[in-house]
C-alpha cells in the first residue's frame, strides 16, 4: 500500500511486532474522535499502529489527519481492496495483530479507552 508520506507500507514491515491496523475516512465521524485515542493509548502500549485510509483522496485525508494532530504511519486504500481483505463494511474497524502475525480480534465501531486496553493487554502481554 501506498503512504500519506509517499512511501509503500505492508504487514511485513511489521512483522514479529505486535500491530493495530485502523480502517478509517475523512466522511466518519466516530473515526475523528477515535484516532487521537487510538494514537495515545497505542503508542503508550508500545505497540505499533497503521491506520489506513478507505476510500478518500491522499490531499483530503493528509487535511483531515492535520486537523486532529494524528501523525501515526497512514496508508491509502483508495479502492477499499485492503478493507475487503479483512472484511470491512462498516467504519471504523480496529483489527489487533499479534507478533506472529495472528489476530487476536477485531472490534467494528469506535472503540473506546477500556476496549483498547483489553486488546492491547492481549497483544503485549
Not at 500500500?1 to 504487514?11: A, D, E, H, I
Not at 511489521?14 to 466516530?30: M, R, Y
Request: proline fraction near 5%; hydrophobic fraction near 40%.
Amino acid at each position: 500500500m501506498n503512504t500519506l508520506r509517499g512511501g509503500k507500507v505492508g504487514l511485513d514491515d511489521f512483522s514479529g511486532k505486535p500491530l493495530v491496523l485502523n480502517f478509517w475516512a475523512t466522511s466518519c465521524a466516530p473515526c475523528r474522535q477515535e484516532l487521537p485515542l487510538l494514537q495515545r493509548e497505542v503508542s503508550r502500549a508500545k505497540v505499533q499502529l497503521l491506520l489506513v485510509d478507505e476510500r478518500d483522496s491522499e490531499s483530503a485525508a493528509r487535511a483531515f489527519l492535520g486537523k486532529l494532530e494524528v501523525n501515526s504511519p497512514v496508508a491509502s486504500d483508495p479502492d477499499g481492496a485492503v478493507g475487503r481483505l479483512y472484511g470491512v463494511s462498516v467504519l471504523p474497524v480496529t483489527v489487533f495483530i499479534r507478533a506472529d502475525g495472528t489476530i487476536e480480534g477485531k472490534y467494528l465501531g469506535q472503540t473506546d479507552a477500556a476496549v483498547l486496553a483489553d486488546h492491547l493487554a492481549a497483544l503485549t502481554g
